[in-house]
C-alpha cells in the first residue's frame, strides 16, 4: 500500500487520543483512499511506543 499525500510536518507534536483517552506523539500524516472517499489518518505512538494508525478527527493536539 503506497500512502497518499504523506506529510511529516507536524512530526513530534504531542496529541490526545479521544478514542483511548491516552497521549502521544504525532509521527505523519496521510490519506487513506476508500471507494466512496477519502479520509485523513495520523500515524502516532503511544507512551509505550507502540506504532498506531487513528483518523485524524479523533485527535486533539496538546499544547504544553
Given amino acids: 500500500m503506497e500512502l497518499k499525500n504523506k506529510n511529516n510536518m507536524l512530526f513530534g507534536t504531542k496529541i490526545?487520543?479521544?478514542?483511548?483517552?491516552?497521549?502521544?506523539?504525532?509521527?505523519?500524516?496521510?490519506?487513506?483512499?476508500?471507494?466512496?472517499?477519502?479520509?485523513?489518518?495520523?500515524?502516532?505512538v503511544d507512551k509505550k511506543g507502540k506504532r498506531y494508525n487513528i483518523e485524524m478527527d479523533l485527535i486533539t493536539p496538546v499544547e504544553e
Fill in 16 to 44: 490526545y487520543n479521544n478514542k483511548t483517552n491516552e497521549i502521544g506523539l504525532l509521527i505523519y500524516t496521510w490519506t487513506n483512499s476508500f471507494a466512496d472517499g477519502d479520509i485523513e489518518y495520523a500515524t502516532c
